[in-house]
């Protein structure tokens, strides 16, 4: 049989033997299979999808996955004045001509021996895959919408499929099934999938941004509660909410396709709080405290250990994993050199 698949985006092609559904570049594949039909043996086959097996490329002698579909019926119905034949897919054997793709899907997935299948639907699909996984005996979860026709969520669960549903729209779903099929690693670590990941990475690199604000904010309330002055520290915490509550509000409302990052960083309102707390204990403490010695080289080594283990990842040759570790490991030494002065001085005060 000679089929392989093509990926319209870059043209690099696959054969049919593993379990890909799209290219490594993201970009959809199409089937390229030109089938040889003997029209002779088709019509002394028996009516259904698969008399014409030779047209579908499935490799030679694997199990067909088979409820006998196709073949319904023609209606001729009056419309309008005119004729018209109504095929009768609803005869399909769960209910629609989803079960087509269905047999030829699950029948391929059964042939690469594939344990487990996760599919999204709004309701037939959902059906048609439950169905033809019970008949392949391949587990299968079915992410529809929570909003899903009752009748289709009780057929799908009747067939034995693992029914998950998502709250939101039918994009929603798509979007929870990828997260399950795509990156087994991200999503057991994070739950999110390609565009849920890149989120994260930002988001999280937004709040690390944060972090020296965190570490301020601390130290600065101790030097007020040790001057016994409760009240600042209270209301620079009403500001720090004031700004973290708009931020987010901000997130949820204006900024919803980006509201993790934007979330993240509301964070900032802390580093405000403790910029707010210093100033105001300068005005109460000679000499006033500086830090912007020190912050500067810790934002200094925090781009530049960035940009380093960036470009490690990014031009050493080997796998993402190897080249992410080695240029983070190369950046955070770079990181250490810049602030080592601090560093000493950290492990000096506890003397
Ligand atoms: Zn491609």
């Not at 040889?36 to 030679?60: F, H, M, N, Q, T």
């Not at 047999?103 to 059906?127: F, P, R, T, W, Y």
């Not at 033809?132 to 057929?155: E, H, S």
């Amino acid at each position: 049989m000679d089929a392989h698949f093509t990926c319209t985006a870059c043209k690099k092609e696959y054969d049919l033997s593993s379990p890909r559904w799209r290219c490594d570049c993201g970009g959809l594949l199409d089937l390229f299979f030109q089938p040889k039909i003997d029209p002779r043996e088709v019509s002394a086959r028996r009516p259904g999808l698969w008399r014409y097996r030779e047209a579908i490329p499935l490799a030679p002698g694997a199990e067909i996955i088979s409820f006998d579909e196709g073949f319904t019926p023609l209606l001729q119905v009056n419309f309008g004045g005119f004729p018209v034949w109504v095929k009768q897919d609803q005869l399909f054997p769960t209910g629609s001509y989803k079960d087509r793709g269905a047999s030829v899907l699950i029948s391929q997935a059964k042939a690469l021996g594939v344990a487990a299948v996760v599919e999204d639907s709004s309701g037939n699909a959902g059906c048609a895959v439950a169905a033809y996984c019970a008949r392949a005996g391949i587990a299968c979860d079915i992410y529809v919408p929570a909003d899903t026709a009752a009748g289709k969520l009780a057929q799908i669960a009747l067939y034995g499929a693992n029914l998950i549903r998502v709250p939101g729209s039918r994009e929603d779903t798509a979007a929870a099934v990828m997260a399950a099929g795509l990156h087994p690693l991200l999503q057991a670590a994070f739950h999110f999938d390609d565009a849920g990941t890149n989120l994260i990475t930002l988001a999280t690199r937004v709040y690390l941004l944060t972090l020296a604000g965190y570490v301020m904010q601390e130290t600065l309330a101790r030097a007020f509660y040790a001057r016994q002055e409760p009240m600042l520290p209270l209301y620079s915490v009403l500001v720090r909410l004031a700004i973290y509550l708009s931020v987010g509000v901000a997130g949820v409302t204006i900024f919803r396709s980006i509201g993790v990052p934007v979330i993240a960083a509301g964070e900032m309102a802390v580093l405000v709080e403790a910029i707010l707390m210093l100033t105001w204990l300068n005005r109460r403490i000679s000499p006033p405290i500086q830090v912007l010695t020190a912050a500067g080289k810790g934002l200094i080594a925090a781009a530049v250990s960035g940009l380093a283990a960036y470009a490690l990842a990014l031009y050493l040759p080997g796998s993402g994993v190897m080249t992410a570790l080695i240029g983070m490991a190369a950046g955070t030494i770079l990181a250490l050199f810049i602030v080592r002065s601090e560093i000493r001085l950290l492990f000096r005060l506890g003397a």
